[in-house]
């Protein structure tokens, strides 16, 4: 029903004219601004924007746009990319035994919230098998240890290209990536901490976090860098606890945290509305 | 430090070229975008946008440049407004004897984080004079009844226009306005209403959330219309509650949402974010 | 691991020595109090509690304890029920067509979170029937229509009682309960409302939230009534939305609530914390 | 109107008949409960109690009921203390430039909200004397450098105890107590912390937040003790960020979150209903 769109994120030092240049390029060759948003960062220097048009009518092929495009980006010294909002990013899930997350993001992808495709599950454990083969989703047991990890990565790496998959989501995947796989996938592997990043990185948050006697737990989902747990922050949410919520209760009510805080952020990847700068992110409306 | 900037509020029926020219006319004029934010109603069929840009080297007069603009402005069929960012609103407050919303907006007035002037304070009561004193602002009392509510009316508009005052704020202020006063500050007169519109409208409503067994109760910001508490909003917040709150419970926890809520939605009007349109708003980021 | 606990919750008149006498009762049969919790409400001069205490070791034999009870209870004029932890509720849950409460409480059943037995399925349509046998639970089609409304329900409750089924959680179920079906429940009816009432009731209400124009948007999880979204409310929760999020982003956003506002009201049930007191629910923490 | 209250706040080791013997001590001397609280933690194996009951009426004199509590709390091995809803707490606010904390708490104090008595205002600068003196409550001035740190915090104290204050809030107190002061006011001494601890403790958290790119920040209020910012957790709140967002709206935002859970955290230790305990606090709802 509505047109398809093309997608341009685009970073560059400020300066004056970039979204005259940037709109006026797509208003001459007719297409029409579905989205822009633009953001200026004065102690960088920087200027980011996202503009989103419709390609029904554009006068430049979709596959000439890059190209047409490039003359303009090399004035103002952009950086960018450009996405079709009709060609589904191609998505891998990992994960080791908890549910909740691989639950919630097969029910968006089944329900169509999610345009993506899932075209394989994979997992260091074999619990799951049965919620991936319910969907209808190949699943891809790897198991790894600390002598065999290197070569069991370079196999999935080998597995995801081989389905061309450009993002992999880490639903609750016990295991810490090695710099091969995060190098394989830069800034297209999103992960859920379950803590309130930098609050209580590393292992077992909930247990440090009622350790501390904290009034509000969190979750926080990232784009997964050489550094754990550091990478640049897509979304986060927190609730609220009490003393009467043992680390039981933390843990229950983290899972809710953690379900939604992944989905948003997902939901935000597929849609091409995060643009990572530096260790943080933009993320447009 | 910064220079001071330009910010236009328009809106116009949605159609190719609004960005390209806008941002085009203040390229040409050598002037810098600060921020630019636009958004499209595909249902209504409308365009709006807020845009800033420094007049410092600005190549137009600022007292020039609504007459430069309006060709521009003609040809989109645009209803627009422009502002300057160091000249500030004129606000008179309207207290009658709660004091929590004055004390608090008076507060962020002082430490500058509301860049406005208030020239005076109206109630009509003088429960609450010996705090405008304590800050130095002129109170004025006008009681009202049914009998002189029209006279008293008029003569606040009098003094209001008087002191060259551009907008309201109804701090708590417990009367109904009539006609002639909303018409006299259309889209500038703003409430705080204590519920979570369109939630209890009307009087008690933290009573009327009390009997209803709510778990959330809320306060609302709006423009004032003609119609009581139907106007368009501009900020929302809620806050928990449970059986164990009373009446008094809810008056209490309400009273800090009212204060950050019509705090917020005062801060958005001094900046000139609020683009009211139809019984809605649009506020920019 | 921990002791099975046995659950009182009970309501009376006001007055001296309630707390003494059942904490005495608890303790003079050697029973170890592992929550209790009271409340007043001075207005109607009710007192309201929840205590739970582990049965290993209490003298009373847990078919007797309510006999011994009795007499206690008789005396101060309580309304009482008691429940024990490990017996676990059976629940029906009734869908339509919509997917994501579905999916949440049958991932949060199968992890073990919601402690209670899920005897079957019921439904209007056959949409969902996939998801059911994933999960391997019966699930039972029942057209309704205006003709054949009270028959069908006649069907539903016989087939309810047939499975020992003591509560029903409506997941989106999209057909309005008639009278028979809801005395056959009471109090033992949870529904979920896709706004934050009594804001927005009946149909559509997103629809209506974005026409109004609100900045926040609700959920809420109650108790069936005869009347249509007015019985008592067990919880609710809210989210942000702007001029940015159409009608179709409301949607998207409040199926999170709907998922997470059903859930904890299901806990809350099944982990018996909700006493309905006329029109409200005293939720134990 | 309504009775005044003792107020017992109690822990002890857990074992069975705590609140039956205390709640009969309650009823035997005609004494009626309106509040009750129990918290058990397991793992510390600890019992934790707050009971309210009306004093008009009960058998035993006010000065007298430690007395006769005595025992019972011998018997059970109880740490407790004991207070009446009618002698109200008295505070002494620590301030230095910012004004939020101190308006928002003096106007709280005006309108009866926080039932206190507030006899003096401590300042290690005078740029709020003026707001002290509005108020008319006593200011002193106690400029604080590492050379007479130790001789002017003496001094305090000396004036603090002529005062009889028995709490101090540190209401925005740009200066780190020594631990003199900590060991005059145990766990009496109320600070607000300006981000979601235990993330940013220090400086400059808001700097240090907008570095790491997070999408919320928050305030935390705890008990000061010798570890800066290590002190039990009272409350702790939270607010959206984006990228949108400079340190300066950081700290704009911030200081709305640092106001609502400062009063928080002093509305509930004026009203006796935090029981510190080890690093972390029972907050009796």
Redesign the interface.
């Known amino acids: 029903m509505a047109s398809p769109t093309a997608i341009l994120l685009m970073s560059c030092p400020d300066q ?2 970039i ?2 240049a940037i ?2 390029f ?3 060759n ?13 102690e960088a220097n920087a200027f980011f924007m996202r503009v989103e048009w419709e390609i029904d009518g554009f006068r430049i092929e979709r596959n000439a746009i890059a190209e047409a495009f490039g003359p303009l980006a090399g004035k103002f010294g952009m950086t960018w990319s450009l996405a079709f909002s009709d060609v589904r990013p191609r998505v891998a899930l990992f994960i080791t035994k ?3 997350c691989l ?2 993001l ?3 992808h ?2 169509g ?1 999610l345009a993506m495709d899932v075209p394989l599950i994979v997992s260091n454990r074999t619990d799951l098998q049965g919620v991936a083969e ?2 209808g989703i190949p699943f891809h047991h790897f198991p790894i240890n600390k002598e065999n990890k290197q070569e069991q990565e370079a196999a999935e790496i080998a597995l995801l290209r081989e389905h061309r998959v450009n993002a992999i989501v880490l639903a609750r995947y016990m295991q810490i990536l090695s710099q091969q796989m995060v190098d394989a996938f830069p800034n297209r592997i999103i992960n859920i901490h379950h803590s ?5 990185p590393g292992a077992r948050p909930y247990h440090s976090a009622h350790q ?5 737990i ?1 979750a926080t989902s990232h784009y997964v860098t050489e550094d754990l747990d550091e990478g ?7 609730t ?1 606890v ?3 919520d ?1 680390v039981h209760d933390f843990v ?1 009510k983290g ?2 945290l953690e379900t ?1 805080v992944l ?1 948003r952020a997902v939901w935000l990847h597929v849609n091409r509305r995060i643009l990572p700068y530096e ?5 447009f ?1």
Do not use: C, M, W
């Open positions: 004056g004219g979204v005259a709109s006026g797509i208003h001459e007719a297409g029409n601004i579905v989205h822009l948003e633009q953001h200026v960062d004065p908890e549910n909740h639950y919630d097969l029910s968006r089944e329900s919230e319910r969907f309130f990043l930098p609050a209580f501390r006697g904290v009034k509000v969190g640049p922050i897509i979304a986060q949410d927190v609220r009490s003393h009467r043992s229950r899972k809710d939604i989905a260790n943080r992110t933009i993320v409306g």
